[in-house]
């Protein structure tokens, strides 16, 4: 059975990964460097409207995310997430992605990768609000 595309879902498949071992990991890893959206709708239970909006996402945005979590993954850090809104309230107008940490789409590297060690990469999926 799959994970629900949430906060305690995500938290469960991110410690299956990590628990794996290299080879297993490393194959997860080139799944998901591959095509991010195959890979979480073969691994999340996800809702139609979140299906929907995981076909909008700019093809750019999908490969950078994949490149980035797998790299976090490969070397042992976790991503943190953080969704506050409902599957069934995935409405692609009433919320927003916010991302800090993806790589730089020209070099391919993070700002603070000459430090040695993997940048963190958050993700957070918020409600809008209108005014």
Partial sequence: MNEKFDN???????NHILSLTPALRQHECDQIRSDLVAWLRA???LHPNQHSQLAQMPSELTQQLGHRIA????SDVRVTFQK????QDDVPDLKELIIFGLD?????????QNTGAIPPLLIQ???KYRM
Avoid at 8 to 14: A, I, K, L
Avoid at 104 to 112: I, K, S, W
């Fill in 43 to 45: 691994n999340f239970d």
């Fill in 125 to 127: 999926i918020r409600y």
């Fill in 84 to 87: 506050d809104t409902r599957d």
């Fill in 104 to 112: 730089d789409p020209e070099t391919g590297h993070n700002r603070l």
């Fill in 71 to 74: 790299r976090s993954w490969e």
């Fill in 8 to 14: 305690q879902g995500v938290h469960h498949m991110q």
